[in-house]
């Protein structure tokens, strides 16, 4: 019996289903090679004395994973926290997930998971369909956020071409 609970243990760690207060995690996706996006953008993102540098790979990473351009990703997060260095700078939320005014903005266990969860978003879900269709950054205003669209269009497309 000794020898039997710890391994009924084991199998049951194995099974577990995750708590309701578990963080999801983004997946580990090692990149191919050291692409020259991945040098540029974290060039550029040194360059502005954003954290977000350190998440430089996880935008080409995970945009190619849902095709996204990732220069796009980054023009996000210019436009919703100046590369992550206005707003509440401690919830690793770049792009102003669920930042509506009224509730908390969404929390992120790390950079790299909010990278994942925006491209996935915008390569997935329902309201971005236009915008996979066409390409157009205006595309992704409409459902993405409530205030100024023509200036958040501008923003993220200024970024998406200074990358390029």
């Known amino acids: 019996?000794?020898?039997?609970?710890?391994?009924?243990?084991?199998?049951?760690?194995?099974?577990?289903?995750?708590?309701?207060?578990?963080?999801?995690?983004?997946?580990?996706?090692?990149?191919?090679?050291?692409?020259?996006?991945?040098?540029?953008?974290?060039?550029?993102?040194?360059?502005?004395?954003?954290?977000?540098?350190?998440?430089?790979?996880?935008?080409?990473?995970?945009?190619?994973?849902?095709?996204?351009?990732?220069?796009?990703?980054?023009?996000?997060?210019?436009?919703?926290?100046?590369?992550e260095k206005a707003g509440d700078t401690t919830d690793n939320n770049p792009f102003g997930f669920r930042c509506t005014g009224t509730l908390p903005c969404l929390r992120f266990r790390d950079y790299r998971t909010a990278v994942w969860h925006l491209a996935k978003t915008l390569g997935t879900k329902p309201a971005y369909k236009r915008f996979r269709e066409t390409g157009k950054v205006e595309d992704i205003a409409t459902n993405y956020l409530s205030g100024d669209k023509a200036r958040w269009s501008r923003t993220v497309s200024s970024v998406r071409e200074e990358l390029k």
């Open 1 to 83: 019996m000794i020898i039997i609970l710890p391994i009924i243990i084991f199998i049951l760690s194995i099974y577990a289903v995750p708590t309701a207060n578990s963080q999801v995690k983004a997946p580990q996706i090692p990149p191919k090679v050291e692409d020259n996006r991945i040098v540029r953008i974290r060039h550029f993102l040194e360059s502005k004395n954003s954290p977000l540098a350190s998440a430089s790979a996880d935008f080409v990473i995970f945009g190619d994973q849902y095709k996204i351009a990732p220069e796009i990703l980054v023009g996000i997060s210019k436009s919703e926290s100046n590369f």
